[in-house]
């Protein structure tokens, strides 16, 4: 499990109960979107297959024996099919029996590319839980954002979470909990993930992206709110130009026409709304930083010579009404504001505290 980043004090739980024989049958593991609960799921099955972690007491896949190699082929193999053909047989009507995966039967994973997983698949799955193990010590079964499963679906998986066996253990992941069943939930041992902090993300990002420059590493660390999936995201994503260009924009415009021309040639931009917002929150707060407190915390360094001659040129007062009002928009927005007026309304109060003649 060293080979994910982060989460040690969960690691350490599951280390602990594997060691004392203390599973749970059925986990749910909750938290943001990118913080790697799936993959923490995957890497403690793999070890808890692995045949040589006992070796040297250490809690790791040693990689390379037969039931960790059996395991990486078994990944590989939902992750390649499973997602764009789950029920492998185009010409029948009814659909194949799911998920032998290659390599490791006894390994299963419930995910595809709809939006929702229908009672079907649980129903395919349940067969396939009746029938003896294909030769592994254990059935591991994880179902990765569990929330796709609608009503029906989460109500035959609760038949089988009610009756739990020895053989199976279940991980469920989740990024929207108020969208299971509380019978599920209440199934389950929940085990919850944290966001990471902003160091986090950069330093991981370092690791990943060598080539990188750093002001990119800094900037996508800000605008991923400590998530790394939503960080490979944004390094490989095409919204990113278009995110830092209308930060720049406006931080850049001098006056009320220029904002509203920025605003208007932000018109229909609704996915890069959020994410420009929460970096002119976070350069509106570097400038209050420095006002108040000192200049050894600026988080967009990239942008320290704007954040510090602002921090001269503007009202302490200034900047924090602008936080609020912005702050205010971000909120209207959520609440499915009018897009377009509210990015007039941020172009302009942005210009009128940071130029203000
Ligand atoms: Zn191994």
Not at 200 to 217: D, G, H, K
Not at 227 to 249: H, K
């Amino acid at each position: 499990m060293d080979t994910i980043y982060g989460h040690e004090s969960i690691k350490q739980k599951l280390e602990y109960a594997a060691k004392h024989g203390r599973l749970h049958h059925a986990y749910l593991f909750v938290g943001p979107k990118g913080v790697g609960k799936a993959s923490l799921a995957r890497a403690f099955i793999k070890t808890l297959y692995c045949e040589r972690r006992a070796s040297d007491g250490a809690f790791r896949a040693c990689g390379q024996c037969e039931m960790c190699l059996r395991f990486d082929k078994a990944v590989s193999y939902f992750q390649k099919n499973v997602k764009t053909n789950y029920f492998s047989s185009p010409s029948q009507k009814e659909p194949d029996k799911p998920i032998a995966a290659v390599g490791l039967p006894d390994y299963i994973e419930l995910e595809d590319n709809k939006a929702m997983l229908s009672v079907d698949v649980i129903r395919l799955l349940q067969e396939r839980l009746a029938q003896a193990l294909y030769g592994a010590p254990h059935r591991y079964v994880l179902i990765p954002e569990a929330a796709k499963m609608n009503a029906s679906a989460a109500n035959c998986l609760l038949k089988t979470l009610e009756e739990p066996t020895t053989e199976t253990t279940f991980i469920l992941t989740t990024s929207q909990p108020e969208r299971l069943l509380p019978t599920i939930i209440s199934r389950c041992q929940m085990v919850r993930f944290a966001a990471f902090e902003h160091d986090e993300v950069e330093s991981w990002l370092r690791t990943r992206y060598t080539a990188a420059e750093e002001y990119v590493i800094a900037q996508v660390a800000t605008m991923a709110s400590g998530s790394l999936g939503l960080a490979v995201e944004l390094m490989q994503g095409d919204d990113r130009d278009a995110i830092l260009s209308a930060f720049q924009m406006i931080i850049n415009e001098r006056d009320s026409i220029e904002a509203m021309t920025v605003a208007a040639s932000l018109k229909g931009k609704k996915q890069i709304f959020i994410p420009v917002v929460r970096l002119l929150l976070l350069f509106l707060r570097d400038i209050l930083y420095v006002q108040t407190v000192d200049e050894t915390h600026i988080v967009l360094r990239h942008h320290q010579e704007t954040v510090l001659r602002c921090a001269r040129t503007c009202a302490v007062e200034d900047v924090m009404r602008a936080i609020e009002a912005i702050q205010s928009y971000y909120e209207a927005f959520l609440g499915n504001g009018n897009e377009q007026i509210l990015w007039e309304r941020v172009a302009l109060s942005f210009q009128r505290v940071l130029f203000r003649k």
